[in-house]
Each structure stands twice: as structure tokens, then as C-alpha cells.
């Protein structure tokens, strides 16, 4: 693996190596492990936190790549102290808008329309500005209100140079640290690449919007706005305007005024359906991107969603209610069988750590329940106990864990334990009737039919052989061929051993006959013998020693 020469590219080397500098050690190349490359927590007040926010500007001023990288690592705690996870989950996006005369240019270039055509008005001041895009408010010329996501100039070209420079450093930490092989950093630099490609193109983010806004219709305390496709395109999206707040800027006596409790159930309600059986979900829900709209929850900026396999879905609600109820031994089933195989693991330490975790969270969940940091708790212990789980369930425990900031301003008692007793009910039986569906049934009638018909073909073919004493069972529990020749070689050895022994005997023998036929001093025909047995003696043992060799090498299946 050959690092790139290109001046961008070893400019991009250089800030990374930086970070490393600054905040790890010397021998980062011969131990890269991201927990002693950041300085350990003696004191959180004293000398963890500043670190942590000092590390955060630094990757701040980095650019966009970097700080979406940076969200990504605060999801992994089992690569990073929570220190440090807190602070780059905490990283602002906001930048200096740039000029709207750039953005009237990218909205006529994008949408090939005159832009008094399609829109009535467009506010020149953004009401948000990010590193990637801005926002600004408009009307169309039909009088509905919409909210305009432009994207900014020049970011994609920015952002595909970096993806292509971290490409580079993620092969070359797998290729030569402990670290990088322990992690697979450049599986995890894929899933990041394919996730900034996706974010970078609004045409998804309009397909999430409309994939989200219907799985959660039937949720009415929830609102997802919708896009305007005509209007929309891969950098620029238009979609419905929502005129609401931040819920964590209310003030308290709106919060009073609210039925807390409810839109927190609606909330938690929300999230669970999406990941446990819509198997997709909104993985960006900071206060910023929640907003309090008639007294309902709007979910905007779906740019960065994730999804959990059907398979995972089972296993994540088995696991889920597992914590919550206190049980840590179907905890560790559940896990191991959505663990990585992977040699080295310890599972009887994982068994005590889950216990240890579980045990806690019961301690606390009278006081403040949090699920999802049980969840994240219990990805650290799998990571030191050498069991590898999915990336999602890190995403998960995260994304409900910022979660868990807004539903303590909505409703500060509110029992996330029982929310998940509650609905786990409701979604157990929605998977089944979704398994039981009447395609599905139609799918399994077809797979019958087609039994039951050419059963009793098969049937007559099984007779057939049995009466024609033709009827064979095959075994293939051994390899007949590479066992018999194996064998032979054995005995090709032995039976070569047994040759050079009588050389030897019979050169010894001889000795002791007196010829006129000398070699050395000694009777030339015994020497002969003994100079025959010493080369069939070291070629022997080439050939053994070489073979060996080459077993050790020869990959087994």
C-alpha cells in the first residue's frame, strides 16, 4: 500500500499525523490504539474535558469530511473514552453562509428554470448555514412555504479529495498497526465513504424524506416534511417549511404547556418502529435537527439515516428487552449470536462484564433509565473481551442516546425501560403479521405446490434404486485421495528408513573384510555403502523438512 505523492493529499497526511502528535504518542505507527492515543481521564475536570474540546476545534477547522468523520468515531465507544466521544458528538457545523448571488447561480444551473417561474420569494439571509449546505426560506409561486437546502460551492470536490487522502491513511494504519487490524479500518472508512457520497447527493435525502414521512404516518404526534421534487435535485432540495422551534430551547413555561409524556412516548415510539421493524432510521437527531411544530415533533435534515438487517432487527428487540428486564444471561446469547467469529475472544470475561453492565443499569434505572447506554456500555465490553459486534448496534446506542437529551426536556421521569415493555408488544406482533403476510403465504403455497408435484417422481427414483441394488449413500466426511497418498508417503518413508538402515548394518559388516579395494584406509566397498546411506540420510530429510513447509503454508478450508 503506497501513500499518495499529490500536494492536497500529503497536506491531508500532514494535519492527520498532527492530530496523532498532538494528542497521542510517538510510536503511533507500532501501537495506534485510539484509547492511548488520546490522553487518559485522571481527572474529567481537569484534564479530560479540556483535551477533549481542545481536540474537537482542532478537527472543527478541518472541514466538513473531518468533523462527519469525527461524529462517526463519538458513535464507537469501544474505540474512543467517552470523554472525547462526548465532546466530537457535541461538533458544530456551522460555518459563514457564502453569497446568495452563488446561490442563485446553483438554483438556475440545477433546476434549468427561471427562478421568478418557480419561486415568489427567496430570503437572502439562510436561516441555517453548514459546511455542506445552507438553508434559506422561499415561497412558491403557488404560495406554499418551503424550506431550500443549496448546496455549497465547490464541497463535493472537497470532500472526494479528503474521502480519497483518509482512504489512504485507513489502508495504511490497517496495513501496519495492531489497532488498524483490530477494528478493520478500512471496512469502517467504507461504510463513512459511502455515507458521505450518500449525504452528498439531496436526491436521497428527498427519498428518505418520503420513505420516513410514510412509515411513520401512522404515528401522528410525528411529523416529517416532504419534498418538493420538482424543485429538487443532487444539490439542491426543496421541501415543505417547518415553522417551529428547537425543542431544547423552549422555555419553561412552554414546557409546560405540553403533554410531555405523551410526545416522548410518540417520540421513543417513533424510533423504536424504525429500527425494529422499519429497519431504517433517522441517525441524526441532535436538537437542531428536532423542532416543535403545534405541539408535534418534526424530524428534519435526513441526510444522514442507517439501517439494521430484518435478521438484526429480532436479535436488537430480544436484546433490548433483555436490559430492560434484567437479564443478563439472555443478554450474552443474544449478542454472541450476532457477534463477528473470530478466534482469541473471551467469552467468559464477556460474561461477567455484561453482568457487571446490566447490574448497573438496574442500580440507576430508578433514578434515570438509559437502555442506550447500557447498549454502548456493553459494545466497550465486547471490544475488550475481543468479541466484534455489528457497526449498527453502535449507531443505535448513540442515536437514541442524543435521543434521550430530548426526551428529558420533553418529559425529565419519563421511563424509557417501560416505553420499550410497552411497545415491544405492538412490534413483536406487527414482525409477525409482516411475516405472515399474504405474499408471503402465496410465496410458501407456491413452494408446496411444487413439493407435493414432483414428490412422487422422486419417490419412484429412491424405489427404483433400492430395488436395482443401485442405491448409494455418499459420505463426504474424508478426502479418500489426499488421505491414501498421505499414506503412501508414510510408508514410502518407512519403508526408505528401513533401506538406509541396512546400509548401514551391512557397511558396518563389511568393515571387517579385508579386500585389496580401499577407500581412505578402509575397505573402499563398506565406505561406499556408508557414503550411500548418508546422502539417502540428508535427502530424506530434505524432502521431509520441505514438505512440511509447504503444508504449514497451504491454506485449509
Not at 559388516?509 to 584406509?521: A, D, H, K
Request: hydrophobic letters at 50%; one cysteine or more.
Amino acid at each position: 500500500m503506497n501513500l499518495s505523492l499529490r500536494p492536497e493529499h500529503l497536506k491531508r497526511y500532514k494535519d492527520f499525523a498532527r492530530l496523532l502528535w498532538k494528542y497521542g504518542r510517538k510510536d503511533l505507527v507500532g501501537r495506534a490504539d485510539l484509547s492511548e492515543l488520546l490522553p487518559q481521564e485522571h481527572d474529567a475536570s481537569e484534564a479530560g474535558v479540556p483535551e477533549a474540546a481542545e481536540l474537537a476545534r482542532d478537527v472543527e477547522r478541518l472541514g466538513p469530511t473531518y468533523i462527519k468523520l469525527a461524529q462517526l468515531l463519538s458513535t464507537r465507544p469501544d474505540i474512543i473514552p467517552p470523554a472525547y466521544a462526548d465532546a466530537l458528538a457535541r461538533l458544530q457545523d456551522d460555518v459563514a453562509p457564502f453569497a446568495f448571488g452563488e446561490v442563485e447561480k446553483i438554483l438556475a444551473a440545477e433546476l434549468g428554470v427561471r427562478l421568478s417561474k418557480a419561486f415568489s420569494s427567496i430570503a437572502p439571509k439562510p436561516l441555517a448555514a453548514a459546511s455542506i449546505a445552507q438553508v434559506h426560506h422561499a415561497v412558491l409561486r403557488d404560495g406554499r412555504e418551503v424550506a431550500l437546502k443549496v448546496q455549497r460551492p465547490g464541497i463535493r470536490e472537497q470532500v472526494l479529495d479528503d474521502l480519497e487522502a483518509l482512504a489512504d491513511v485507513a489502508a495504511f494504519l490497517e496495513a501496519h498497526t495492531e489497532f488498524g487490524q483490530r477494528f478493520g479500518l478500512t471496512a469502517l472508512f467504507e461504510e463513512f465513504r459511502k455515507s458521505m457520497l450518500r449525504e452528498l447527493d439531496f436526491r436521497q435525502e428527498a427519498l428518505h424524506l418520503v420513505t420516513l414521512g410514510n412509515n411513520l404516518r401512522e404515528i401522528p404526534e410525528i411529523v416529517v416534511p416532504q419534498p418538493v421534487t420538482a424543485y429538487s435535485s443532487a444539490r439542491v432540495l426543496t421541501m415543505e417549511f417547518v415553522p417551529g422551534a428547537k425543542i431544547t430551547a423552549l422555555g419553561p413555561l412552554a414546557r409546560m404547556e405540553l403533554d410531555g409524556e405523551r410526545l416522548a412516548d410518540a417520540l421513543f415510539r417513533a424510533y423504536l418502529k424504525q429500527m425494529l421493524r422499519d429497519g431504517m432510521f433517522h441517525a441524526d437527531p441532535h436538537p437542531g435537527n428536532v423542532f416543535l411544530v403545534d405541539g408535534k415533533i418534526a424530524l428534519i435534515d435526513l441526510g444522514m439515516v442507517a439501517r439494521v438487517r430484518p435478521a438484526l432487527q429480532d436479535r436488537l428487540l430480544q436484546l433490548l428487552l433483555s436490559v430492560s428486564d434484567n437479564r443478563p444471561d439472555d443478554a450474552v446469547k443474544v449478542l454472541l449470536l450476532i457477534a463477528e467469529e473470530r478466534e482469541g475472544g473471551d467469552k467468559a470475561a464477556f460474561r461477567r462484564g455484561v453482568a457487571e453492565i446490566i447490574g448497573q443499569h438496574q442500580e440507576v434505572a430508578a433514578a434515570h433509565p438509559q437502555v442506550w447506554r447500557a447498549v454502548l456500555m456493553l459494545l466497550k465490553a465486547a471490544a475488550d473481551c475481543g468479541i466484534h459486534l455489528p457497526p449498527e448496534l453502535a449507531m443505535i446506542g448513540k442515536t437514541l442516546l442524543n435521543l434521550d437529551e430530548i426526551g428529558r426536556t420533553l418529559a425529565p421521569r419519563f421511563d424509557t425501560n417501560g416505553a420499550i415493555r410497552r411497545h415491544a408488544a405492538d412490534i413483536t406482533r406487527e414482525q409477525v403479521l409482516r411475516d405472515f403476510s399474504l405474499g408471503s403465504f402465496f410465496s410458501t403455497a407456491v413452494e408446496v405446490k411444487n413439493f407435493v408435484q414432483h414428490l412422487p417422481g422422486r419417490v419412484n427414483r429412491i424405489l427404483d434404486r433400492l430395488a436395482d441394488n443401485d442405491f448409494k449413500i455418499e459420505v463426504d466426511a474424508l478426502d479418500e485421495a489426499r488421505l491414501m497418498e498421505g499414506m503412501q508417503k508414510v510408508a514410502n518413508r518407512i519403508t526408505l528408513g528401513l533401506v538406509l538402515a541396512a546400509l548401514i548394518i551391512g557397511a558396518a559388516l563389511l568393515m571387517r573384510v579385508e579386500t585389496s579395494f580401499r577407500l581412505f584406509g578402509y575397505p573402499g566397498l563398506a565406505i561406499l555403502l556408508f557414503l550411500a546411506a548418508a546422502i539417502g540420510g540428508v535427502w530424506l530429510a530434505l524432502t521431509i523438512l520441505v514438505n512440511d513447509i509447504r503444508a504449514r503454508k497451504k491454506p485449509r478450508f
